[in-house]
């Protein structure tokens, strides 16, 4: 079944600090991944995509992600975390005429 | 360009009311896909459409209804409303959508749906 796998609800880390979000995907065939962020009261903005382009991928906001089909992996990481990084990141997949998304993760930034 | 916009914003109903909610596509998108989000269950895929056709249904009971408008602008309808049935209700447009290929969907900024 395609699915997406995201390790870890809950993420914390300090301000500077990397920030290392995890996503793994299960599919016999690499689908096209994305990463979206969501903020409290409103929708999901993208992130980045990997579209087999470039397998490391830069997105916005200094985030970037690297696809590894050996580890059917998409982690997303940053080098130095902001406040305004707050939120919650749901890792998804494409699929028939529709999207799949991870649980999420919901990254908290301590000043 | 503006982005996908959702009405209304927030809606309270109560046991047994249905409810229809609206997204205005990206100009130019022809497809639009609605999301289902809760705490417990997370974001699921409720139905897509394109050119006023249905083309992909997620596992959701048949009180959950939908339509697009020769427009693009979708609807999607909820009868006899049960208290599961609050979440915040995202909607999504792309281009042409497609199989599985390469779909980035634009996400409106949902309706949040209570059910007293």
């Known amino acids: 079944a395609q699915s997406v796998t995201q390790l870890g609800s809950h993420v914390s880390v300090s301000e500077g600090a990397l920030v290392l979000l995890r996503c793994n995907y299960s599919?016999?065939?690499?689908?096209?991944l994305f990463w979206y962020v969501q903020y409290p009261n409103q929708g999901l903005q993208l992130l980045l995509k990997?579209?087999?382009?470039?397998?490391l991928v830069k997105g916005i906001n200094g985030f970037e992600a690297e696809f590894k089909k050996s580890e059917t992996s998409f982690h997303l990481t940053k080098p130095s975390a902001h406040m305004s990084d707050a939120a919650e990141y749901f890792c998804?997949?494409?699929?028939?005429?529709?999207?799949?998304f991870g649980t999420g993760t919901l990254l908290a930034v301590q000043p | 360009k503006a982005g996908v916009t959702q009405t209304p914003r927030y809606l309270i109903k109560t046991r047994g009311q249905q409810v229809t909610l609206s997204c205005s596509p990206i100009?130019?998108?022809?497809?639009v896909s609605w999301y289902q989000q809760t705490p417990g269950q997370g974001l699921q895929f409720l139905f897509e459409y394109f050119s006023e056709t249905q083309r992909n249904k997620g596992n959701f009971p048949g009180r959950f209804s939908g339509r697009q408008f020769s427009n693009s602008r979708s609807e999607m309808n909820v009868s006899t409303l049960e208290l599961g049935d609050s979440a915040l209700y995202l909607c999504?447009?792309?281009?042409?959508?497609?199989?599985?290929?390469?779909?980035?969907?634009?996400f409106g900024p949902g309706t949040r749906l209570t059910v007293l």
């Open positions: 999504a447009s792309s281009l042409v959508g497609g199989h599985s290929s390469y779909n980035e969907q634009f």
């Open positions: 998804a997949r494409t699929a028939t005429n529709k999207l799949i």
């Open positions: 599919s016999s065939v690499p689908p096209y």
């Open positions: 100009s130019g998108h022809r497809s």
């Open positions: 990997y579209t087999s382009a470039a397998t």
